[in-house]
């Protein structure tokens, strides 16, 4: 399946996606030696772009197949977190099947084959994950802050990812009651409710100082913080105001 999807990348890119976005940005960056976030020139150009300035840095060190190859690398990292979290809950034999299922998802095959930032998003969200039990199972302040800055990351390259904000506050109100019953989780009971959102509070500070730059930035240059979408509620002058762009 490594090579399958190793093979892929060595063909020339030809996604519309990323021809027309996700590869442009180094290209221009290259030419230029600078991304100007000219919506007139661009309409996107004020999106979140985590993913795009890696696509960047790796155009840099080896063109068009360099980027590509960044994207299948984030694809083996995440099957190497799946198979990591799964072996320690499941063993070896379903670890192994839930890293291979991973890699063998036609939607998989069909990402790692183009630009797409859903694979540098799903790396992103997955490391998140993994640090955000530990901060759940050991109370770490690190852990917490570290997968505070993962979710902000997350955010920072696709707005969607704010969705797994609901998911993450009831898995920690559900490990919060697990542990306050179980005996082998006394650092819960060693900590007021106070401390714990005071905790909670410092996470969410991290995960907004993440987040929130490209945002700020379209706001700042256009009017609205996630232009071009929800525009007849922003009304920016750089876009059609009268219905949002869907």
Request: net charge neutral; proline share 6%.
């Given at each position: 399946?490594?090579?399958?999807?190793?093979l892929?990348?060595?063909?020339?890119?030809?996604?519309?996606?990323?021809?027309?976005?996700?590869?442009?940005?180094?290209?221009?960056?290259?030419a230029?030696?600078?991304?100007?976030f000219?919506?007139?020139?661009f309409?996107?150009?004020?999106m979140?772009?985590?993913?795009?300035?890696?696509?960047?840095?790796?155009?840099?060190?080896?063109?068009?197949?360099?980027?590509?190859?960044?994207?299948?690398?984030?694809?083996?990292l995440t099957?190497?977190i799946?198979?990591?979290?799964?072996r320690?809950?499941?063993?070896?034999?379903?670890?192994?099947?839930?890293?291979?299922?991973?890699?063998?998802?036609?939607?998989?095959?069909l990402?790692?084959?183009?630009?797409?930032?859903?694979?540098?998003l799903?790396?992103?969200?997955?490391?998140?994950?993994?640090?955000?039990?530990?901060?759940?199972?050991?109370?770490?302040?690190?852990?917490w802050?570290?997968?505070?800055?993962?979710?902000?990351?997350a955010?920072?390259?696709?707005?969607?990812?704010?969705?797994?904000?609901?998911?993450?506050?009831?898995?920690?109100?559900?490990?919060?009651?697990?542990l306050r019953?179980?005996?082998?989780?006394?650092?819960?009971?060693?900590?007021?409710?106070?401390?714990?959102?005071?905790?909670?509070?410092?996470?969410?500070?991290?995960?907004?100082?993440?987040a929130?730059?490209?945002?700020?930035?379209?706001?700042?240059?256009?009017g609205n913080?996630?232009?071009?979408f929800?525009?007849?509620?922003?009304?920016?002058?750089?876009?059609e105001?009268?219905?949002?762009f869907?």
């Open positions: 399946l490594v090579w399958l999807h190793l892929v990348v060595g063909f020339p890119e030809m996604g519309h996606d990323a021809l027309a976005m996700h590869l442009a940005i180094p290209h221009v960056i290259a230029e030696g600078r991304w100007s000219d919506v007139t020139r309409i996107w150009a004020v979140p772009m985590n993913a795009d300035w890696l696509y960047t840095a790796a155009w840099f060190l080896g063109g068009e197949a360099a980027a590509r190859l960044f994207n299948v690398v984030t694809l083996l099957a190497a799946i198979y990591v979290w799964s320690e809950r499941l063993g070896t034999a379903a670890a192994s099947f839930a890293a291979l299922l991973w890699l063998s998802l036609p939607l998989s095959f990402e790692s084959a183009s630009a797409f930032i859903e694979l540098p799903t790396f992103v969200c997955a490391a998140m994950l993994v640090v955000a039990t530990d901060a759940f199972r050991h109370g770490r302040l690190g852990h802050l570290l997968a505070a800055a993962l979710f902000g990351s955010v920072a390259t696709k707005l969607p990812a704010l969705l797994l904000a609901p998911g993450l506050l009831l898995v920690g109100a559900a490990q919060y009651v697990a019953r179980d005996s082998t989780g006394p650092w819960w009971r060693q900590r007021s409710a106070r401390d714990l959102l005071l905790g909670l509070a410092l996470a969410a500070a991290v995960a907004t100082l993440f929130a730059p490209p945002y700020l930035n379209a706001w700042l240059r256009t913080p996630v232009f071009p929800f525009n007849a509620l922003f009304r920016s002058p750089y876009f105001t009268a219905a949002s869907t």
